[in-house]
């Protein structure tokens, strides 16, 4: 009940910012050539569904980012099990983690370019950077809130460190590990078109968006563009959630959310 309440209001929402951008561009309150009409990049977004060139670019987009984000689970997992489990590794390279974690990925770019050339690569590997970060954190906190009773009975029953890790740690810190995939999976897609934008270079969303801003008239393209990345976006985070709640259902997050539904 109270999903589908939530549902309705954000259908709601979402109507209510299509009347605003219509009226306020219908109204000449902004220059049409600024700003379309929601409807006209509605229309659009619909019709770039039919054209297979701007589908190849979508393709390109996503497979930089499930590349990147791939990438960087392999990194951050293993490495945020070995930074929460052995304390002086982690005292060792904190420094270093700090100092790299500030760092923006587009900022990178032109080193990363010049170091891996002009293609998907380097979205890739500015893809992984970012995602590193919020995966990596995530898994040394979980792995910090494990319950330590449990652990303890384990190493009384004698089972070694290995042991406790698998039986314990990992499926104790997953649902943090979930949470920081489904935010690093946002983070991605902005630097993948981010990316795209910036660097110019290969295909994708944001080539076509940046194409299109130097068009005459290319507004109501962009917006299209826009539209599309947020709707990817849209899709992206609601299939991770989706998966979080069916994978962990014992967590006090989705308990809590699964209470209120069932008061309704």
């Not at 590990?177 to 630097?191: E, P, T, Y």
């Amino acid at each position: 009940m109270r999903g589908r309440q939530e549902l309705w209001l954000g259908v709601l929402g979402v109507l209510l910012a299509f009347g605003v951008c219509e009226a306020v561009s219908r109204a000449g309150l902004v220059r049409r050539s600024y700003l379309p009409p929601a409807s006209e990049v509605l229309t659009r977004a619909v019709e770039l569904a039919g054209d297979q060139v701007f589908l190849d670019g979508i393709l390109a987009t996503l497979r930089a980012w499930a590349l990147g984000l791939g990438l960087a689970c392999a990194v951050a997992v293993p490495l945020g099990l070995l930074l929460g489990s052995v304390p002086v590794v982690d005292a060792a390279t904190r420094a270093i983690v700090e100092f790299l974690r500030p760092l923006p990925s587009v900022a990178l770019i032109p080193l990363v370019s010049l170091l891996l050339g002009s293609g998907t690569e380097t979205k890739v590997a500015l893809i992984t950077y970012a995602c590193v970060w919020p995966i990596l954190f995530n898994t040394v906190y979980g792995l910090g809130e494990t319950d330590p009773l449990a652990k303890d009975t384990l190493r009384a029953f004698g089972f070694g460190r290995l042991a406790v890790l698998l039986r314990v740690e990992l499926p104790g810190t997953a649902p943090f590990i979930a949470a920081g995939i489904r935010i690093s999976a946002a983070v991605a897609l902005v630097l993948a078109v981010a990316t795209e934008i910036l660097a110019g270079f290969g295909e994708g969303l944001g080539i076509f968006i940046a194409q299109a801003g130097l068009a005459t008239d290319g507004n109501r393209d962009v917006l299209a563009g826009v539209v599309w990345a947020g709707t990817l976006g849209l899709v992206i985070n609601g299939v991770l959630v989706g998966a979080e709640r069916r994978l962990f259902p014992w967590t006090p997050e989705q308990r809590a959310a699964a209470e209120q539904g069932a008061r309704g």
